[in-house]
């Protein structure tokens, strides 16, 4: 049975949230405050008013609307009133068909599903600093990664259709962008690579984890980081799911079709694990004979790709688990 007794939801935005609360039998609707800390603190003492538990006694639940939602979060976790900051997929989908946009409504719906989910929602534990950190450097990286991808790809397009004189110059101005830009990235890497370096348990999980054939810097400061260091998820599976490799049945009744991958993930891990199998194949004698022997069984290639992605997390969990590096069973001839 929950230890909470009262039940708030909160329809979050970037300048304003939208409070509720759940009294008498149903949600009621508190009103519209400031998203900061003085709108924080005001929303507290009006609550107040309507309840005489202790905030220990309280759980607040908020949708992740991305940067919007952690002042809220923070203010939540510094005065010790526990809270879920719930995935807004998972909110929506428990609410049924829904006609419009309200955010009044929203803060009511969301503290009823609060109150309805009030024996098995958990609340939300803030990643250390430096987690926080980290997560911000590596969105940075994807920022610049963008740019610099969408300068070469723009420009190519363009090639048919302008002069050829024309094009020349403007590729010549183009690429000493794209070497800003790789000197940018290349300089933001060392930057998180240093950050990784200065707590030890991160540091050891980053060097158990690249132990992994396949996995390079970048995959393994990104599994640092959306695992909270490999604590925020119990086992490869739960991870694999996560990202969108693992395997789910598809049957209904006497129908029995194929195994497929959930489209609800983390696209990122998901096409970083799609770069990690190239170099894995490659370059991991056990890998490369698992991949031929899942081709030549007649295997689809994504689902050979997925399997071998599979193979690579349960490595790296493994790894970290047993605090040894990875050690290749097999040499090449």
Not at 239 to 264: D, E, K, L
Not at 274 to 295: F, Q, V
């Amino acid at each position: 049975m929950s230890n909470f007794s009262f039940f708030i939801g909160c329809d979050v935005s970037k300048a304003v949230i939208d409070v509720s609360f759940y009294k008498d039998g149903g949600p009621q609707y508190l009103g519209q405050f400031p998203n900061n800390s003085k709108g924080f603190k005001s929303v507290h003492k009006q609550l107040l008013r309507f309840t005489s538990k202790h905030i220990s006694e309280w759980f607040i639940c908020f949708e992740n609307t991305g940067v919007y939602s952690k002042p809220l979060l923070r203010w939540c976790v510094e005065n010790s009133i526990p809270c879920r900051e719930e995935n807004a997929l998972k909110i929506s989908r428990s609410l049924g068909l829904r006609r419009g946009k309200d955010d009044k409504v929203d803060s009511i719906d969301i503290c009823q599903y609060t109150f309805e989910k009030r024996d098995s929602i958990e609340p939300s534990v803030i990643p250390k600093p430096l987690i926080i950190k980290l997560k911000k450097l590596l969105s940075r990286r994807d920022f610049l990664v963008r740019q610099r991808q969408s300068l070469k790809v723009s420009l190519k397009e363009q090639k048919g259709f302008i002069d050829n004189e024309i094009y020349k110059s403007l590729s010549t101005g183009n690429q000493v962008i794209i070497d800003a830009y790789n000197t940018e990235i290349k300089t933001l890497e060392n930057t998180i690579q240093e950050l990784i370096n200065s707590d030890d348990e991160m540091a050891l999980n980053d060097k158990l984890a690249r132990s992994v054939v396949g996995i390079g810097v970048v995959t393994s400061a990104y599994m640092i980081a959306v695992t909270n260091n490999f604590t925020a998820f119990t086992n490869a599976r739960k991870f694999a799911c996560y990202c969108g490799v693992a395997p789910f049945p598809n049957r209904s009744g006497t129908r029995t079709g194929s195994t497929r991958i959930s489209h609800i993930a983390n696209k990122k891990m998901k096409s970083l694990f799609s770069n990690c199998i190239t170099t894995a194949i490659t370059y991991d004698p056990e890998i490369s004979l698992y991949y031929k022997r899942k081709r030549d069984e007649g295997k689809r290639a994504g689902v050979v790709m997925n399997a071998v992605k599979n193979k690579l997390i349960q490595r790296v969990f493994s790894v970290v688990k047993r605090k040894t590096p990875y050690v290749k069973l097999m040499n090449y001839a």
